[in-house]
């Protein structure tokens, strides 16, 4: 088939990918002038790092990465570990496959790259889908400059504020959560004795949590805090803050948090809204993957893993079913239970990590701690529904 992918994101390329190991002719249509992404870091799973060794793109994507030693929940003030999970020397032997922590931007040159090396005319750029049409035989992407282009099947990887999903079901209505996010990324060389420990930290507080981890290599610090806040801001990963925000936001918070919050060039800032899953991802030959019909808060760290898996999900079904629609239907059943079930989790982890008063922060880190201490299989144990599910072998719907 020629299938036309609407966004050149970590969801669309990956779809490009699979899509084109599968025979298919892929047009990517990205409406920047480049391949590039908005944002600073994101954690890859092993249940991810699967479909890139699946594509071929694995080494690639982890030439520049970083791999954490471990996972790790600390008070947000006094920097104390209340929990640690190996993952340095455990992920590859327990879920198949590493543990990575990457740049978005790499991640994108990976993927990119990885393309134009197989189809060298597959992106097209400065290309914005506004609508599509579509008939019994084919569908057709009408961009906003006039330009129609036609293919067999049209996927919504357009993101949060995607447009084909719009004309699918309508205007979106997502939930203000009561949360702001802030995001910063500082090299290692200038925090000092201040730079952040070689894992996914979580660092937990009254109403308030930030997450710590390295990139490329270990030479970037990259830096979450999610604040609650009344007051609405604007859903957008480019927008900006005030430094003395930052500060008073995370006043008396280790000096690991406060550092990084001081020395970095541009502190972004941004609303977290949250939305329940679609009725539905399909409408005829269009269908949708990835932030566009399941976007994720960012407290379980699978929204661009959840796009992933799509992307594989899809190619796979739509290259063994003879009828498209059939093919979509299958898809949208094998994935929705898993990604409502995700969308949950991180939905309940914006609680956990926000205790404000002595007796729930007791009764939810007091167990935490001891399994920890006593019962590390256990911990481990935690993440296996989502760190073990291979999407590149039998199929796991509902899991």
């Known amino acids: 088939m020629h299938v036309l992918i609407s966004g050149g ?42 479909v ?41 032997d327990r879920w198949g496959c590493e543990y990575l922590h990457v740049h978005r931007a790499d991640l994108i040159d990976a993927l ?4 134009r090396d197989r189809a060298p005319d597959a992106v097209r750029l400065g290309c ?43 205007p ?13 990324v500082v090299p290692v060389s200038e925090l000092g004795q201040h730079a952040p420990p070689e894992t996914a930290s979580v660092w937990v507080g009254s109403r ?28 957008s990963w480019s927008a900006t803050g005030a430094r003395e925000q930052a500060l008073k936001d995370f006043k008396g918070w280790s000096p690991v948090i406060r550092t990084i919050l001081e020395k970095a060039e541009t502190l972004n800032r941004w609303a977290l809204y949250d939305r329940d899953p679609l009725e539905t991802w399909v409408d005829g030959r269009a269908v949708l993957l990835g932030d566009a019909c399941h976007p994720m808060l960012p407290f379980l760290a699978q929204g661009a893993v959840m796009a992933i898996e799509d992307a594989f999900v899809l190619a796979r079904l739509v290259s063994t079913h003879s009828d498209v629609a059939e093919a979509l239907k299958a898809y949208e059943a094998e994935r929705k239970p898993r990604t409502s079930r ?40 935690q993440y296996d529904w989502i760190y073990s599910h291979d999407v590149t072998t039998v199929p796991q719907a509902g899991n």
């Open 128 to 170: 914005s889908v506004a609508s599509f049409t579509q008939d019994e035989t084919s569908i057709t992407a009408m961009l906003d400059t006039g330009e129609r282009i036609t293919g067999d099947l049209l996927v919504g990887a357009d993101g949060i504020h995607s447009a084909i999903r719009t004309q699918m079901i309508g």
């Open 208 to 235: 308030r949590h930030a997450v710590t981890y390295r990139l490329r290599r270990g030479s970037l610090a990259n830096l979450v805090g999610v604040v609650e806040c009344k007051e609405r801001h604007i859903e």
């Open 342 to 381: 995700v969308q949950a989790g991180a939905r309940r982890n914006a609680t956990l990590f926000h205790r404000a008063d002595p007796i729930s922060k007791m009764m939810t880190y007091g167990p935490i701690w001891l399994a920890g201490q006593f019962m590390p299989a256990f911990a481990h144990g």
């Open 112 to 115: 990119g790259g990885a393309l």
């Open 52 to 92: 890139f060794e699946a594509l071929g793109v694995g080494a690639r994507v982890e030439k520049d990465a970083f791999r954490p030693r471990a996972q790790e929940l600390r008070w947000g003030k006094g920097g104390g570990r209340i929990l640690t999970v190996p993952l340095r020397d455990v992920a590859r």
């Open 9 to 50: 994101g970590i969801g669309g390329l990956t779809a490009a990918l699979a899509l084109q190991k599968r025979g298919h002719q892929v047009t990517v249509l990205e409406q920047s002038h480049q391949l590039n992404e908005v944002g600073a870091g994101l954690q890859i799973s092993p249940n991810g790092m699967q």
């Open 172 to 184: 979106d209505r997502p939930r203000y959560t009561g949360n702001v996010a802030w995001r910063a």
